[in-house]
């Protein structure tokens, strides 16, 4: 009897060493973790940051690394120098110009001889090397009217510089054919047809009007002129 129990208490002995060499095996197979670090140049906060706060940190670090800061003198970015804003402005009044937004300088355009009583008004008149087959297909309406000025109510001044800004903006938008309505005159003093003389003597002198004729009469007949004019160069 006393070698059974003494059997039962060796048996009892082993089993517990067995399950502390157990519980050891297993405290000794966990992970080791370690405390996170706080990044090089941070401040500590007393707490340790998460992971992911770290990560975003030097992922900035490496964004940023290229970037150098500015020096004490150099706080305001140049834009333009003076030269570059002369050339803008030139490129401006150019877009102006074509678009016909910029006002046109009125040229004093001569009146010719004094007026002389019964003067007969031209009904066509061509530059040097525009051919007659040109006046004839003018004087019938041959190209398509891109734009009319209308001078009823105007003095002869108000007429020419209004005369002038109109063949300037119609040349600028390549404008072929133009319809100018001058009336027939019989309203000027002692009957006289001034303004149709006068507008006459004025496509003459400028540079942009190769020819005009007398309009046919669906387009105004003698009170009204039609004029070619040279495309943009």
């Given at each position: 009897?006393?070698?059974?129990?003494?059997?039962?208490?060796?048996?009892?002995?082993?089993?517990?060493?067995?399950?502390?060499?157990?519980?050891?095996?297993?405290?000794?197979?966990?992970?080791?973790?370690?405390?996170?670090?706080?990044?090089?140049?941070?401040?500590?906060?007393?707490?340790?940051?998460?992971?992911?706060?770290?990560?975003?940190?030097?992922?900035?670090?490496?964004?940023?690394?290229?970037?150098?800061?500015?020096?004490?003198?150099?706080?305001?970015?140049?834009?333009?120098?003076?030269?570059?804003?002369?050339?803008?402005?030139?490129?401006?009044?150019?877009?102006?110009?074509a678009v016909g937004e910029t006002r046109t300088?009125?040229?004093?355009?001569?009146?010719?001889?004094?007026?002389?009583?019964?003067?007969?008004?031209?009904?066509?008149?061509?530059?040097?090397?525009?051919?007659?087959?040109?006046?004839?297909?003018?004087?019938?309406?041959?190209?398509?009217?891109?734009?009319?000025?209308?001078?009823?109510?105007?003095?002869?001044?108000?007429?020419?510089?209004?005369?002038?800004?109109?063949?300037?903006?119609?040349?600028?938008?390549?404008?072929?054919?133009?319809?100018?309505?001058?009336?027939?005159?019989?309203?000027?003093?002692?009957?006289?047809?001034?303004?149709?003389?006068?507008?006459?003597?004025?496509?003459?002198?400028?540079?942009?009007?190769?020819?005009?004729?007398?309009?046919p009469k669906a387009y105004g007949g003698a009170?009204?002129?039609?004029?070619?004019?040279?495309?943009?160069?």
């Amino acid at each position: 009897m006393r070698n059974h129990k003494a059997g039962l208490a060796d048996l009892k002995r082993l089993s517990e060493a067995a399950a502390r060499a157990s519980e050891k095996a297993q405290v000794s197979a966990k992970p080791q973790t370690k405390p996170l670090q706080t990044p090089p140049g941070s401040k500590s906060s007393g707490s340790e940051q998460p992971a992911s706060t770290i990560a975003r940190d030097r992922l900035f670090e490496q964004a940023v690394r290229a970037v150098q800061p500015l020096n004490k003198g150099q706080n305001r970015l140049l834009l333009k120098s003076s030269s570059g804003l002369a050339e803008t402005a030139q490129f401006t009044e150019r877009r102006q110009r074509a678009v016909g937004e910029t006002r046109t300088r009125s040229e004093r355009l001569s009146d010719g001889a004094e007026l002389q009583k019964d003067a007969e008004v031209e009904l066509a008149w061509a530059a040097t090397g525009i051919g007659p087959s040109v006046l004839r297909q003018l004087a019938r309406a041959f190209w398509p009217i891109g734009a009319r000025l209308d001078l009823h109510g105007l003095n002869s001044d108000q007429a020419r510089d209004a005369l002038v800004t109109f063949i300037q903006n119609s040349q600028s938008h390549a404008t072929r054919c133009v319809c100018i309505i001058h009336g027939v005159g019989y309203g000027s003093a002692n009957g006289q047809p001034v303004l149709p003389l006068r507008v006459r003597q004025w496509l003459k002198q400028l540079p942009a009007v190769s020819a005009f004729a007398q309009a046919p009469k669906a387009y105004g007949g003698a009170g009204a002129l039609l004029a070619l004019l040279k495309l943009p160069a």
